[in-house]
């Protein structure tokens, strides 16, 4: 049999769990509000780059690029882009990772790290597509945190008159802390 003195503790270990579970509504979704979103496309083409044949097998090479472009945001914003790139690829499919920098008319800029994946088409032309956090920012982007999900598609392949014009989708959530 429960006595009343078992039923006031289930009742108050209840209400503290409770209390624990408002809270923590609360606090995700004043994180949540605290979060921004932001979309972009940008337009990019490879400055240099280097095909190192890896050895192991026919097909496999290490692809290391830097790329140019410049990025359009939604609010109407077009910053600059730079990407460090190298890509692993056999016989057409693999990965990458990059960082990259958007600089901004202001001097403002925020970088990030991409990973993803790559594949080259039956017409020679890549898609890629992965996710990126965005780690660092100067200016009005300093102490900026978030992640970035983003698609590829390149309108022509490497050579020494197209330097493989690309352009990418981007969407991002991302917090600044508050302002001092």
């Known amino acids: 049999m429960i006595?009343?003195?078992?039923?006031r503790e289930k009742v108050a270990v209840l209400s503290f769990i409770g209390i624990l579970f408002i809270a923590a509504c609360l606090l995700g979704s004043a994180?949540?509000?605290?979060?921004?979103?932001?979309?972009?496309?940008f337009s990019t083409y490879i400055v240099s780059a280097e095909a190192l044949p890896v050895g192991d097998e026919e097909g496999h090479f290490l692809?290391?690029?830097?790329?140019?472009?410049?990025?359009?945001?939604e609010n109407g914003e077009v910053?600059?882009?730079?990407a460090w790139v190298t890509v692993d690829i056999i016989k057409g499919k693999g990965s990458l990772q990059a960082y990259v920098l958007f600089t901004f008319e202001d001097g403002s800029s925020f970088a990030g790290r991409p990973q993803?994946?790559?594949?080259?088409?039956?017409?020679?032309?890549?898609?890629?597509?992965?996710?990126?956090?965005?780690?660092?920012?100067?200016?009005?982007?300093?102490?900026i945190k978030g992640n970035s999900s983003?698609?590829?598609?390149?309108?022509?392949?490497?050579?020494?008159?197209?330097?493989s014009d690309a352009?990418?989708?981007?969407?991002?959530?991302?917090?600044?802390?508050?302002?001092?």
């Open 150 to 163: 983003w698609s590829c598609t390149e309108v022509t392949p490497y050579s020494k008159e197209t330097k």
């Open 3 to 7: 006595t009343l003195k078992q039923i």
């Open 31 to 41: 994180i949540q509000a605290g979060a921004e979103t932001m979309k972009w496309r």
């Open 79 to 82: 910053p600059t882009y730079t």
């Open 116 to 143: 993803g994946s790559w594949e080259v088409g039956p017409k020679g032309l890549g898609t890629g597509k992965g996710t990126s956090e965005i780690f660092k920012g100067k200016g009005r982007f300093e102490g």
């Open 63 to 73: 692809i290391l690029n830097m790329r140019r472009g410049l990025g359009f945001f």
């Open 167 to 180: 352009y990418c989708d981007v969407s991002a959530t991302y917090t600044l802390p508050p302002k001092k």
